[in-house]
Every structure is written in C-alpha cells, then in structure tokens.
C-alpha cells in the first residue's frame, strides 16, 4: 500500500491540531490559551487549503 506525501502531511497537521486543542484545554484562560487554540486553526486551515489545492479538479487537463 501507497501512502502520499499529501496524507502524511494532513495527518501530521490534523495530529498536531488536536494536540494544540488538547494542550489549550489544560492551560488557563489567558494569551497562551488563545494562542495555542489560533495555532490549532491555522493548522486545520492549512490542511483544508493543501486538500483543495492538490485535488484533481483543479489540476489541468492532460
């Protein structure tokens, strides 16, 4: 079985997400607190942004 680099990638941002998520949890209210749950964000953002970039539809036609 094939693993792409594209799952590899989304699996790394979407594990390291809910560990920012996890960590947010457990830290109080505060900067670090928003910080962290921001950071969680841009990585779900990221992920969504390299799954649509990569797919098929907009590759061009061969």
């Not at 797919?55 to 036609?61: A, G, T």
């Amino acid at each position: 079985m094939k693993i792409d680099n594209q799952t590899v990638l989304e699996a790394k941002w979407a594990r390291q997400a809910q560990d920012m998520r996890d960590e947010a949890q457990k830290t109080p209210r505060g900067p670090k607190r928003d910080a962290l749950a921001r950071k969680a964000r841009q990585l779900e953002t990221a992920s969504e942004m390299e799954s649509w970039l990569s797919s098929k539809e907009l590759l061009p036609p061969k």
